[in-house]
T-cell receptor, first 116, second 113 residues
Framework: GAGVSQSPSNKVTEKGKDVELRCDPI?????LYWYRQRLGQGLEFLIY??????PDKSGLPSDRFSAERTGESVSTLTIQRTQQEDSAVYLC????WGSGGTDTQYFGPGTRLTVL | KQEVTQIPAALSVPEGENLVLNCSFT??????LQWFRQDPGKGLTSLLL?????REQTSGRLNASLDKSSGRSTLYIAASQPGDSATYLC????????????FGKGTLLTVNP
């Protein structure tokens, strides 16, 4: 089946605008993750969804960032009032169950966000 | 706080050479360690996952080792090919976190034909 897909692949926006990034996980994967990768930096964990449980939002850098997921399907990451420091590649990953320390996360191609 | 360091940051080798990429982590309390490959515009691909109870994993020309007590892992690539050119990322899953991964900044590998 298809892997994790993300859209758009590239997004250029002006400072202060809101943006919405989309992630389609692998069908049947209950766990979904968002990461941010800034230039020259490692991936930073942003948020984690597992089934219908409350998401772990501990990695969101500010209240301008929010994410939603309906059931075990599509997720959207929204950044309000974008700032230049938000420029990064935003990666989404999914895994079958997200616990137990044994599962592999499958990553999408990412969305490259550039804030002018 | 768990920190992951990868050395070198970049490496350029001629085709056919065997090479080693290094990863170190500060807290040995981990569930597992994973090596990923990242190609531009294609996201991350998992290469090898080593559970904390394991010492190494092999897949084709790749061999990853784990020394949890010293906080080190190596990724060995045998007979490198130009198609191996990519950024290689190391990530650990700390104990106490069922899902969060802590990543290194990666090693950019270029294999020259």
């Amino acid at each position: 089946g298809a892997g994790v897909s993300q859209s758009p692949s590239n997004k250029v926006t002006e400072k202060g605008k809101d943006v919405e990034l989309r992630c389609d996980p692998i069908s049947g994967h209950t766990a979904l993750y968002w990461y941010r990768q800034r230039l020259g930096q490692g991936l930073e964990f942003l948020i984690y969804f597992q089934g219908n449980s409350a998401p772990d939002k501990s990695g969101l850098p500010s209240d301008r960032f929010s994410a939603e997921r309906t059931g075990e399907s599509v997720s959207t990451l929204t950044i309000q009032r974008t700032q230049q420091e938000d420029s990064a590649v935003y990666l989404c990953a999914s895994s079958p169950w997200g616990s137990g320390g044994t599962d592999t996360q499958y990553f999408g191609p990412g969305t490259r966000l550039t804030v002018l | 706080k768990q920190e992951v360091t990868q050395i070198p940051a970049a490496l350029s080798v001629p085709e056919g050479e065997n090479l080693v990429l290094n990863c170190s982590f500060t807290d040995s309390a981990i569930y597992n360690l994973q090596w990923f490959r990242q190609d531009p515009g294609k996201g991350l691909t998992s290469l090898l996952l080593i559970q904390s109870s394991q010492r190494e994993q092999t897949s084709g020309r790749l061999n990853a080792s784990l020394d949890k007590s010293s906080g080190r892992s190596t990724l060995y690539i045998a007979a490198s090919q130009p198609g191996d050119s990519a950024t290689y990322l190391c990530a650990v899953r700390p104990r106490g976190s069922n899902y969060k991964l802590t990543f290194g900044k990666g090693t950019l590998l270029t294999v020259n034909p």
